[in-house]
């Protein structure tokens, strides 16, 4: 484990943190102006952190959530979930197995796990999660999301299937679009990547993680002026949205990259 | 007392739960998880060639796509897999019996003399022409498909299908070939009647050598260059006869008779040539062989066969004898076994003259010595 990553984590908590707990707000013993730190808080900050984009965050806040509160199964998905979208997926089934080994048979654990097994390139154990999170209590779009990525390296026309359930589920939000779109993009099928970017931006045109999804979809498309639009839109809604930072640096990189190789060529081709 | 996951009403004081069987007691558990280490390329700059990577992906998809399209639609597979392992087989299996007879047959001629001139300077065009002749074979296959490709494709698939053939073909069978038959190219060995610079010989290979040889065998062994003086042998390979084995003492007296423990070796079993050898004693150690240095040359003048010499050239370690001799493929007009009894007549040394021949002066690169 690396420690410095988690050096702000305030694991060892202040008197001031520690007295501020759920059943302080509920007896009402707080004083007007305390910053509330419950696990119910950083579990809406975490889930807002990765709705911009900002997976280191989002993890950092999921884990304060569970040193408030180690019963909470939203917090360990999150975790897990965080991971493979950090693209630490051996770290990302780790710890699956041990979120699993505190709550068995969960849905949403096992889809994360299926998620990071695929990635990883154990497609029979992701498989096999994703049957056992399928069968399990209860029903998420995440878990039809992990299913249609693991679909999407054999059979496009399931995988498509899949993502339509994922959509169709009670509580399905533009972040599934874009959950959806990102996979796409990781398993390097630009086209319907570009098509839930779309929905996505469609549901949600102010937020900018939408957008840089949709402009990572037109990059992987080679259609870089669109990319360039999507992500000055982005960093036009926040200026200091980091993904948007980071991949408007890497566009304007690829096109100065480009026109050299085609400098070069048109030099070797005169 | 709630579960988490599944929502059970447990009894308090539970540590799990009776429904799902998950953890009710969360003290001491780690919730920190855990992170992969930081490698030595910061993730901004892995991130950043995510372009080129997807970029690299769409023009590999679009190869594909376009070589697929061009190539593989209605492609006969089954013709092509017969093509690949026989030439002629698919055309055969297409209904062109006539040319897949006759391309069988001319890659059959083609690969038998190839065979022939294996170990020559004829070997190399020789299995250039058989994977040419075959790698066109298997072009014709594809004609149909190739009809509406562009000259570049044309070119490529032909060196494509080169290059896979040979990969997978004729370079692993050749390399087979040389562990079980390699061929021994007589290069500056003295001429017996047995063996002559030029023949060809066929002898067992790394697979195929036995594990002990036996005295009489007559073997393919390598020979290190040795320097006395102005004197040189060539390092090489030479074939000789095996006179004694691991164990044995062998002896030599009156600077001709050989003894083998004791037992005088007869005259027709010693060596292909007659060479003079000094009077000695050796007791070969577990792992040697002694063979009468008899058929490698030497360069500028007599070298004398003293006992550096015989020591150096006689023991040979297993290691460095390939294997027994099996059969002459060249000149044909001695293609046959290889009769190691023809050497009894000019190994006496009142068949030849009692001192040896005046060493012959071979050039050496060209250049002839002095």
Redesign the interface.
Known sequence: ??EG??SR?E?TPTKEVQEITDESIRAGKLEAGTPIRTADHFIASAHAARCNGDFERA?EAY?RA??ED????AAWVG?VHV?VELD?N??AR??SD?AL??????GELLAGKSRACHRIGDAQGAAACSDASIHA?GSSSMRWISRGEIMLATADKRARDCFERALIEPGSDWFDRVQIARVC?HA?K?GPALEFAMLAQGLAPTHPFAWITLA?AH????NGPKAEECCRRALELNPQHEAAK?FH???T??RRASRILRRLKGWITR | MECPNCTFNNIPGMRGCVRCQSRLDFAGVEIVPPRAKDTFIPASIRESFYLYRVRWANASRKVHATSRATFLSGMNTRALVRSVTVPGWGHRYIGYPVFGWSATLIWIVLLAFALYLRGGNGGWPAYFFVAGWHVFVITLILSRQLRSATFRQRIGVGIGINILVNALLYIPAGMVLNRVIPPFFAYNVRPSPAIRTGDVLLTQGPWTRPARYLRGDLVQYRVPQLTIGYNYGLAGFVADRIVAVPGDTFEIKMQRDMYVNGDLIPENKRSLNWVPLPNMSITLGPDEYFIVPSAFHTFNGNLSFSNVVVNSYGKVKYDDIVGKVLWRIRPFHRFGPVNIEQSEATASPDAQSATPTAPETVPVNGVPTP
């Open positions: 484990m690396n990553r988690f984590l694991l993890l884990t569970l040193r180690r019963a909470r199964i975790q991971l630490e051996a770290e780790l710890w041990k080994e505190l709550f068995k048979n969960n209590i993009l390097h630009p990572r990059s992987a498309l080679v980071r640096c890497e566009l990189n690829a």
